[in-house]
């Protein structure tokens, strides 16, 4: 399924975190998206859309949008991330293993339209396991990651990387963010099994829509293909 998506934007070269909304191109307010809507209301003093993904690469893998109707561009604001950290830690005891993670612009975010990808896996992610420095252990991961486990640090990291113009990937899990600071997508070419490179990926899981490949593909050759993207 996840070999049939459209690249969009993701397939750009983009070397910015912001640029503007447009209305013209694909985002999640289109009229024809409204039958895909899993679930639309208010939480926390934020107007919600949500939408099942219908290209999964992780397990109940949704698409969240937050004040859709103001149009955010996909740049994140102080407002948003501390309603997704706030927004894990409210659920992270009766869904077992939820995640939220964000792409910014320029670190294979499709859409240019303000959302986040939720997720429900109780097995650790790679770059979740004890063996990297980033969680106390001894092996450096292939990419600059930081496990930050306060939300005013997190998000006091987040803004250095704005002020730097420093693309970026997070992974919100209850009580602690990984934040992935990366080289923007198009400064190095990614090989043909890798369909880009985004939280997923920076966070060790490949996705691949053929099966020669994936049976070819080892720990080694993912190593290098993510210190490539190492700033």
């Not at 740049?75 to 927004?87: A, C, D, P, R, V």
């Not at 429900?120 to 001894?138: A, Q, R, S, T």
């Not at 369909?195 to 060790?204: F, I, L, T």
Request: charged share 20%; net charge neutral; glycine share 6%.
């Amino acid at each position: 399924m996840r070999a049939l998506r459209p690249a969009r934007s993701s397939g750009e070269v983009i070397k910015m975190l912001k640029r503007p909304f447009n209305p013209d191109a694909f985002h999640f307010n289109k009229s024809f998206l409204e039958p895909e809507i899993f679930w639309q209301g208010v939480m926390n003093d934020v107007e919600l859309r949500i939408f099942y993904n219908k290209f999964p690469f992780a397990a109940y893998h949704l698409l969240i949008v937050p004040d859709f109707k103001q149009c955010l561009p996909q740049f994140l604001t102080e407002k948003y991330h501390f309603f997704i950290w706030n927004f894990v830690e409210q659920y992270k005891n009766c869904l077992t293993g939820l995640g939220i993670a964000y792409n910014s612009l320029g670190a294979y975010a499709s859409i240019n339209q303000l959302h986040f990808q939720g997720f429900i896996e109780e097995k650790l992610l790679p770059i979740e396991e004890d063996l990297w420095v980033h969680n106390g252990g001894d092996t450096a991961y292939p990419l600059d990651c930081q496990k930050v486990c306060n939300s005013v640090e997190i998000w006091k990291v987040i803004q250095q990387l704005h002020q730097s113009s420093q693309a970026y990937n997070l992974l919100y899990r209850g009580g602690c963010c990984y934040v992935v600071a990366r080289k923007f997508q198009g400064e190095e070419v990614v090989p043909d099994w890798m369909q880009g490179m985004a939280w997923c990926e920076v966070c060790g899981v490949q996705t691949l829509g053929n099966k020669k490949q994936f049976n070819r593909l080892n720990q080694d050759e993912i190593t290098k293909v993510l210190t490539t993207e190492r700033i």
